[in-house]
């Protein structure tokens, strides 16, 4: 079923027309703890005839607050915007963080943005949510504030979440260290890379393996551990299955990190398209190989191996 997701990047691009049913938070990656809350708001706001907003940030807090540019997110905000749009949420707010915006204080935030801005007749959030300056707002002062503001709090309890304590932090950890597997059941779908295809140095077309280089433009975006991958990406209205290598190339003295995709059975020209790459299985680790010659009998066995697990997980 496809969805309508409207989509404001300020608070103040956004008018509503009636009551709104609202839950906060920065939702990187919008996995299987976050899908309550959306699931939640969405179908409450849906019964009671109003509109379901997620009030979002960006950039991600710290990198404002504590200057953390290493910080590395799940989602890019178009990727985060089409898992949000599949959950059926109705409006999208992604407000720009900022040092005066996180010096406002919790009385402020309820007053001049829940109430006056998104018109909040019910905000649902998950448990042990803080906002304002500080963090100095909690659940004790939201309840507090609706009964002065007439909009009712519904706070989802921890057990209710996340019953296998997910986290995204968890899951950044989880992709960095190469255990796709554990990621991909939090995330609850299969973590994505989407960039557009540029020209490379076209050494796997003279062995073989033709490959299409992903270039990504989002500096924050998190590029998951070094090695090999399976992979599925929807080309031209089509599954299309492949093999993926994140890396530095070190058997033919690479200098940069690269992300290279070889298709299986897909020979048409994807240069200066944006594709989505879909990671299923993580295969191994990158290594440097003695030869091109022993790098192609890798990559064989690679492939090989990538259309077994096709065979038993997939197809």
């Known amino acids: 079923m496809y969805f309508t997701l409207e989509i404001r990047h300020s608070i103040f691009d956004f008018t509503p027309t009636q009551k709104t049913y609202v839950t906060i938070g920065t939702f990187d990656g919008v996995h299987i703890g976050h899908q309550k809350i959306i699931k939640k708001l969405v179908a409450e706001a849906k019964k009671a005839n109003k509109q379901s907003v997620l009030l979002t940030f960006f950039p991600h807090p710290r990198m404002v607050l504590q200057k953390d540019v290493s910080i590395k997110l799940i989602n890019t905000i178009e990727e985060k915007s089409e898992q949000l749009r599949r959950l059926g949420l109705d409006c999208l707010l992604i407000h720009p963080f900022s040092k005066d915006f996180s010096r406002l204080t919790a009385l402020d935030f309820v007053r001049d943005i829940l109430v006056n801005q998104l018109n909040t007749d019910k905000l649902i959030i998950g448990y042990d949510h803080h906002f304002g300056k500080n963090r100095e707002g909690n659940i004790e002062q939201l309840t507090e504030y609706s009964h002065l503001y007439d909009f009712v709090v519904e706070e989802i309890p921890a057990q209710d979440i996340d019953d296998v304590s997910v986290s995204s932090t ?77 890396g530095m190339r070190p058997t033919v003295n690479g200098t940069t990190e690269t992300i290279e995709v070889h298709f299986f059975d ?50």
């Open 170 to 246: 968890k899951i950044r950890r989880a992709l960095q260290q190469g255990h796709l597997k554990t990621a991909n059941d939090y995330l609850g779908y299969a973590y994505t890379l989407r960039g557009t295809v540029v020209t490379g140095q076209q050494l796997g077309s003279k062995i073989g393996f033709p490959t299409a280089n992903i270039q990504i433009k989002e500096s924050y975006k998190l590029i998951p551990k070094t090695g090999a991958y399976i992979v599925q990406a929807h080309l031209n209205n089509a599954v299309v299955y492949g093999m993926m290598n994140i």
């Open 266 to 315: 897909f020979n048409e020209d994807l240069y200066g398209r944006e594709i989505t790459i879909e990671l299923l299985y993580y295969l191994r680790e990158e290594q440097k190989f003695d030869s091109i010659a022993t790098l192609k009998q890798q990559l064989a066995t690679d492939k090989q191996q990538a259309l077994n697990y096709l065979d038993t997980a997939i197809r």
